[in-house]
């Protein structure tokens, strides 16, 4: 399983960027995807998590209202639109995919995902 993200980049505060997470080796259609961020000097931080179905997702609480995530089956992609984005959103956004297609343990925990992306860098500046 490969699991790509792309999208991001310099964008200054109140602005937007869309993530995307290409995967391959295993459908995003029959897994849970989340994106977790880490920022210089702080631990990894749940973002947003989606279940195979799509019917469910979840956020982080300092992203929920700005941030959306999507799935694009036919594309085995994942999205992740970011909106109003504030300098604290600067951070190495990784994708991750988990092991079922809903996360009971608890969407927010590393170890939920068994399958993480390279990451992609956004930098929001004031």
């Known amino acids: 399983v490969q699991l790509q993200a792309f999208g991001g980049g310099l964008v200054q505060a109140g602005g937007l960027l869309r993530l995307s997470c290409a995967a391959s080796?295993?459908?995003?259609?029959?897994?849970?995807m989340g994106w977790f961020r880490q920022a210089p000097g702080k631990e990894r931080e749940f973002v947003a998590g989606?279940?195979?179905?799509?019917?469910?997702?979840f956020y982080g609480d300092s992203v929920k209202g700005r941030f959306t995530i999507s799935r694009d089956n036919a594309k085995n992609t994942v999205h992740l639109q970011m909106n109003s984005l504030k300098p604290e959103d600067t951070a190495v956004y990784y994708c991750?995919?988990?092991?079922?297609?809903?996360?009971?343990?608890?969407?927010?925990?590393?170890?939920?995902?068994?399958?993480w992306g390279q990451g992609t860098q956004v930098t929001v500046s004031s």
């Open positions: 991750a995919q988990a092991p079922s297609g809903y996360v009971r343990s608890g969407w927010h925990l590393s170890v939920a995902y068994d399958y």
């Open positions: 989606i279940s195979s179905s799509g019917g469910s997702t």
């Open positions: 080796g295993r459908p995003v259609s029959k897994y849970a």
